[in-house]
């Protein structure tokens, strides 16, 4: 393990807490429920500012147009936020990505929208952890790095998409171009743990929508002259949970369709989620997919069209991630922070960038906890840590010592 020489000490010895709380503290009182424009408007202005400190260039990207099925089986495009895009020394030789995300789970209805301090060094509140506190973590990062003497060999971009929580499918083509020729990436999603353990290898993840088209018919007087798209939709969500197995988790999760009891339902619309551990899984289910849609549409005498599909890649450890990984827990070390991985279900921009075959670790964030949740809480003193740890894995990384 190389230990902290003197140089890396005086680099980080800067970081403080207390500007990285003040900015939490004032990013999460915003409401940044993933459609929400106004109020992730108002978030990435106020980031545009923030990152700005920093020696590059500064752009607000407009979203990718994003399609949506609604209940009724009608397609149309859902509205999503800029995305904070920022470009640092771009003719460098070598590039670095960091990612995060300005969106939470919490829409601006939601009862949990304020902070509490749940104790001395515990914050509770929407987006603290996930990933608010990450974005200062980052910002906090890459100012201690600029002072670095090796900063200027190297460059980096940064983005922070709106739109992470729901896929990532309006920034999924930006985080592709800029993913594109980089020599690693960091993501500053919330530690796995709380203890500071950093997500391994990840499942992929796909969202679905079929949209089911029989005949309507009275239920009395003729229904066998109906073709009812519910029970069509009940029998393809059957066979899709029959593909449910290790290596590949398959939800259906909701139907929408009919009116009223004596009338034959003419149209359904089934969506499921599919979260595969590896490629072979997806492109089997693929297979086995167009399989079901084939024998339910012969079934039942309906028409199914399928909308979707894997918007997060599976994400294997492979040999250069392995070292990213290795580094960072040697950082980890030196600064007396212990760390290790885990492998998890869950998915994240990780994913996407590692598909491109970046090196990826994609928990650099804060520790904290119950994300998604009412209950998500920051460990404070982790702001400080955390920062610190990427400070010196980009110091390292761009061969300073």
């Known amino acids: 393990m190389q230990q902290l020489s003197a140089t890396e000490q005086a680099l980080l010895a800067p970081i403080n807490g207390a500007p990285l ?149 309006s920034s999924a083509p930006l985080i592709a171009q800029v993913a594109a020729g980089k020599a690693a990436a960091l993501t500053y999603e919330p530690s796995a743990l709380p203890d500071g353990t950093l997500a391994g290898a990840r499942a992929g993840s796909g969202n679905y929508a079929a949209v089911i088209t029989g005949r309507s018919a009275h239920a009395g007087r003729n229904p066998d002259d109906g073709r009812n798209a519910i029970v069509a939709a009940a029998d393809l969500a059957l066979r899709l949970k029959a593909l449910h197995r290790p290596g590949l988790s398959v939800n259906p999760a909701r139907i929408d369709g009919g009116s009223a009891n004596n009338v034959v339902p003419d149209k359904a619309v089934l969506r499921w989620n599919i979260r595969p551990a590896a490629e072979a899984d997806a492109q089997g289910f693929a297979v086995a997919l167009g399989e079901a849609v084939t024998e339910v549409e012969r079934t039942h005498d309906v028409a199914i069209h399928v909308h979707g599909g894997i918007s997060r890649p599976p994400k294997p450890i492979t040999e250069p991630a392995l070292a990213l990984f290795t580094l960072v827990r040697d950082c980890g070390a030196a600064l007396g922070q212990p760390i290790a991985w885990k492998d998890t279900g869950g998915v994240c921009d990780g994913n996407n960038i590692a598909a491109l075959g970046v090196p990826v670790v994609d928990t650099m964030g804060v520790r904290g906890g119950s994300i998604h949740s009412p209950h998500e809480f920051l460990i404070v003193p982790s702001l400080a840590e955390r920062a610190a740890l990427s400070a010196l894995v980009l110091h390292r990384l761009s061969g300073g010592e």
Not at 82 to 101: F, K, S
Not at 110 to 116: A, S
């Open 21 to 169: 709380l003040d900015q939490v503290l004032a990013w999460s009182a915003i409401n940044t429920g993933t459609r929400h424009l106004a109020g992730l408007a108002r978030q990435a202005a106020l980031l545009a500012d923030a990152f700005a400190a920093l020696p590059g260039t500064v752009e607000l990207v407009a979203p990718a147009p994003v399609e949506n099925v609604a209940a009724d089986g009608t397609v149309g495009q859902l509205d999503h936020g800029a995305h904070l895009l920022v470009r640092v020394r771009p003719n460098a030789p070598r590039r670095y990505l960091l990612t995060g995300h300005m969106d939470t789970v919490f829409p601006p209805g939601d009862p949990f929208q304020t902070t509490t301090w749940l104790d001395d060094t515990t914050l509770g509140g929407p987006g603290v952890a996930d990933m608010k506190g990450g974005i200062a973590v980052l910002l906090a990062a890459l100012t201690a790095f600029e002072r670095s003497a090796v900063a200027n060999q190297v460059g980096y971009d940064v983005l922070i998409n709106s739109d992470e929580e729901t896929g990532s499918l």
